[in-house]
């Protein structure tokens, strides 16, 4: 069974960096679209950034487009998602997902992904 786990989430100030990281030890995500998703307290889960199992298709949200970017790593199984000039309201828990079989594109819709992870906290204060 597919099992993703998030690392890098962590405290940083207004404007500064971090980057998440996605991998899976047991088996090969060569043929997932990956998704990260993140879920601030009495807020919904939503959608941030997205990759296409073949890496040639992605999507970010309004909200983090230009400040994020995602990519991925298939020789070491794991996805990235770089995070620049994060704001306060950037702060949440952070998951990343799969989404079996989506080869050039990929879609931001949490119903869509089968098995999640289990999610690492980004907090932006100064």
């Known amino acids: 069974q597919l099992q993703l786990v998030e690392s890098g989430g962590g405290l940083v100030q207004p404007g500064g960096s971090l980057t998440l990281s996605c991998a899976s030890s047991?088996?090969?995500?060569?043929?997932?679209?990956i998704g990260w998703f993140r879920q601030a307290p009495g807020k919904e889960r939503e959608g941030v950034s997205c990759?296409?199992?073949?890496?040639?298709?992605?999507n970010y949200a309004s909200s983090v487009k230009g400040r994020f970017t995602v990519s991925r790593d298939n020789a070491n199984n794991t996805v990235y998602l770089k995070m620049n000039s994060l704001k306060p309201e950037d702060t949440a828990v952070y998951y990343c997902?799969?989404?079996?079989?989506?080869?050039?594109?990929?879609?931001?819709?949490?119903?869509?992904?089968?098995?999640w992870g289990q999610g690492t906290q980004v907090t932006v204060s100064s």
């Open positions: 997902a799969a989404d079996p079989l989506r080869l050039l594109v990929c879609v931001m819709s949490p119903s869509e992904y089968d098995t």
């Open positions: 990759i296409s199992s073949s890496g040639g298709g992605t």
């Open positions: 047991r088996f090969t995500l060569d043929y997932y679209a």
